[in-house]
């Protein structure tokens, strides 16, 4: 049976690529299931990982979910499953890039929002198609696009089913950056090896801070982060001899 999301460890980066590249890594239930195992193992790995990158086999990143398994009525184990499982991307401690090529629709595009940050190529494809099969979201479009991108914005791309490039991501705030194709993966593999350059302690609180922050009001958040920011990070100290050497 082939694997459907592979694990590729290196340097303290976790990279999991969906690997249905016939089918444009489109979401079936057994995607998912090899996809929420990983993301269980990484969430506990906090020692061994500080990144992870989450990208597609093949010239796509996600074409969304799999219009065939809907046609056979293929059943999840709940109703919520792919939303929790999106869930649970979104609440990984590590910080996760989203590395986009191609097709990134829907399905694709609601996981792709359950990560902190998107590189895209200039191959990249961004579109919500619920409308366009007559269908609304159930794995958090609804919430994650408008605050990414502002809810007019987010109407209009829901409303349209419009296709956007990566320059156009990158312009309406969903991407961070959009580069030549053929510099995608550098670019990504120098980001996360930013990212795990910095102090680990402070990833995984700067991460909690952020994605509970926006639920609150800005004084509210701002107590918030008076009382729960985790504060010095056993590092700190060799950090500094560092500091004071240069």
């Not at 994650?144 to 991501?169: C, F, H, N, Q, W």
Request: proline residues 4%; glycine residues 10%; charged residues 25%.
């Amino acid at each position: 049976m082939a694997v459907l999301v592979i694990r590729n460890d290196a340097g303290g980066v976790a990279t999991l690529t969906l690997n249905r590249p016939d089918a444009l890594n489109a979401l079936n239930l057994a995607l998912f299931l090899e996809l929420r195992s990983h993301i269980e193992d990484i969430r506990s790995d906090i020692d061994g990982v500080g990144c992870v990158v989450l990208r597609g086999a093949g010239r796509s990143f996600c074409a969304g979910n799999d219009l065939k398994s809907i046609q056979v009525g293929e059943e999840p184990p709940n109703p919520t499953f792919q939303a929790d499982t999106i869930d649970m991307l979104e609440a990984l401690p590590q910080p996760v890039i989203a590395e986009v090529r191609g097709h990134c629709y829907t399905g694709g595009l609601e996981l792709a929002l359950g990560c902190d940050l998107l590189v895209a190529s200039d191959t990249a494809k961004f579109s919500d198609t619920h409308g366009k099969w007559g269908m609304t979201p159930r794995w958090g479009m609804s919430q994650r696009l408008p605050r990414r991108i502002g809810y007019l914005k987010a109407k209009e791309m829901s409303y349209t089913a419009r296709v956007y490039s990566g320059t156009d991501a990158v312009a309406i705030g969903l991407a961070n950056q959009c580069v030549p194709d053929d510099e995608l993966e550098i670019v990504v593999a120098s980001m996360a090896a930013d990212i795990v350059a910095t102090s680990w302690h402070s990833l995984r609180g700067n991460k909690m801070l952020y994605n509970k922050g926006q639920d609150y009001t800005f004084r509210e958040g701002m107590a918030f982060e008076m009382a729960e920011s985790p504060g010095r990070g056993s590092d700190i100290e060799e950090r500094l001899k560092t500091f004071q050497k240069g």
